[in-house]
């Protein structure tokens, strides 16, 4: 049972505009969330993260946003450039704990 | 600060033979997680070390272990190759407190097993 579902396999996104990209979970221990940010042939890299406390967490072009009673998060990417085409996973943590969950990542292609 | 580094990045194995993993954390970094990538199964989380000792363990058979030395590099080996091992093996070390703690990732070994 997939404890956290990226629902859109792709998204497309013509550059300088906002890319969305959201994910939900089941699992309310989950209290820890982080993004992540893969190119093929390549390890995934560390975008944002944001804790249950909050519901906003910014970082330069990057904005997660957290609605814990609807166990949704989503990704914001202001503005979009090419260079941030890749696929991105959503990933949790349970309360105390060390492993990643990941969702099965959305493939964003931002368009020039 | 040198990223995790893995080696070797590519391998080609047989079935039935067995394979060896390395990771070398970033400098600091006590915890070491190792992840496999499949395209059907996504990113699933093997095991965690701290400290030399495994702290956590995912759903996989024991033809998977690992272990942790004591300036934190860590290994996994996977015995009795099978087809379905053929995937990504990912490290990513951490530090910081327990569920809070960011992993960063290595480059991955990608293993084909024939």
């Known amino acids: 049972d997939q404890q956290v579902k990226q629902n859109s396999p792709s998204l497309s996104v013509q550059e300088g505009r906002i890319s969305i990209l959201n994910c939900d979970y089941t699992n309310s221990m989950f209290d820890y969330f982080l993004w992540y940010k893969k190119y093929p042939a390549e390890g995934p890299t560390f975008l944002i993260s944001i804790s249950s406390i909050k519901d906003k967490n910014e970082d330069g072009r990057f904005t997660v946003f957290l609605n814990k009673s609807a166990k949704h998060l989503s990704l914001h990417i202001v503005p979009s450039q090419p260079g941030d085409s890749a696929v991105y996973f959503c990933a949790a943590i349970e309360s105390g704990n060390t492993p990643l969950v990941f969702g099965k990542g959305t493939r964003l292609s931002v368009i020039a | 600060k040198a990223g995790v580094t893995q080696t070797p990045r590519y391998l080609i194995k047989t079935r039935g033979q067995q394979v060896t993993l390395s990771c070398s954390p970033i400098?600091?970094?006590?915890?070491v997680s190792w992840y496999q990538q499949t395209p059907g199964q996504g990113l699933q989380f093997l095991f965690e070390?701290?400290?030399?000792?495994?702290?956590n363990k995912g759903n996989f058979p024991g033809r998977f272990s690992g272990r942790q030395f004591s300036n934190s590099r860590s290994e996994m080996n996977v015995s009795t190759l099978e087809l379905g091992d053929s995937a990504l093996y990912l490290c990513?070390?951490?530090?910081?407190?327990?569920?809070?703690?960011?992993?960063?990732f290595g480059p991955g070994t990608r293993l084909l097993v024939l």
């Open positions: 990513a070390s951490s530090s910081g407190p327990r569920g809070r703690e960011t992993q960063y």
């Open positions: 400098s600091g970094h006590r915890s």
């Open positions: 070390y701290f400290s030399e000792t495994q702290r």
